[in-house]
């Protein structure tokens, strides 16, 4: 159990465009979701806190009109990295927590999605 | 503020045992994740320590000293696969969790 998907696992698009990430709960229900960037060899960078039926929760720093996030239902949730540049060209993963407790508040990883900006 | 200190890397022998050692400082505690990482990859979990004391889950363990801010995760009988970088992460008093830049170890035969 506690599958997360990502899809998709890379996308290589041009400069200006928009890209939207999918993550899925397989097996479980999320009200809650996670999205992270990654740089290489750098830590995880939480980049907002989605939940469902409400409006994502940003961290400092990252700017919500660029990074959309739409959590509309118990399994799924969307990233769209509006009008890309080169430097956002990143690994994004997304994690849910299940709302029944597998392990309390776990957060499950989906496999990633490597986004190359050209 | 929020603090997470492992070691960056760590180099250990297959079939060896290897303890990673991680000290912790966070604005409250609701327990402590470690997760695995392979390169180029998302992270997977693998233990959760809440009360002091020891956890364990077939060849890897976890120690938790909640008074001293402080968790080991031991691997026995290593395997190749096991070279990743292994991420400490506490759950701070929003549970909130907070991720350190994680020890990469590297496994030789």
């Known amino acids: 159990g506690a599958v997360v998907s990502q899809h998709p696992s890379w996308v290589i698009c041009k400069s200006g465009t928009s890209v939207k990430i999918e993550c899925r709960s397989l097996?479980?229900?999320?009200?809650?979701m996670f999205w992270y960037r990654q740089f290489p060899k750098q830590s995880l960078m939480l980049m907002a806190t989605s939940n469902e039926g409400s409006k994502a929760t940003y961290e400092q720093g990252v700017e919500k009109d660029k990074f959309l996030i739409n959590h509309a239902s118990l399994t799924l949730s969307t990233l769209t990295v509006t009008s890309a540049h080169p430097e956002d060209s990143s690994f994004y993963i997304c994690s849910a927590r299940a709302d029944v407790e597998l392990v309390t508040d776990t957060q499950y990883f989906g496999p990633g999605t490597r986004l190359t900006v050209l | 503020g929020q603090n997470i200190d492992q070691p960056t890397e760590m180099t250990a022998t297959e079939g060896a045992i290897v303890q990673i050692n991680c000290t912790y400082q966070?604005?409250?505690?609701?327990?402590l994740f470690w997760y695995q990482q392979h390169a180029g990859e998302a992270p997977t979990f693998l233990s959760y320590?809440?009360l002091d004391g020891l956890e364990e889950k077939g060849r890897f363990s976890s120690f938790l000293s909640r008074s001293k801010g402080y968790i080991y995760l031991l691997l026995k009988e290593l395997q190749m696969k096991d070279s990743a970088s292994y991420l400490c992460a506490p759950l701070d008093s929003n549970y909130q969790l907070i991720w350190g830049a994680g020890t990469k170890l590297i496994i030789k035969p």
């Open positions: 097996d479980f229900q999320a009200t809650t």
């Open positions: 966070t604005s409250g505690f609701n327990g």
């Open positions: 320590n809440v």
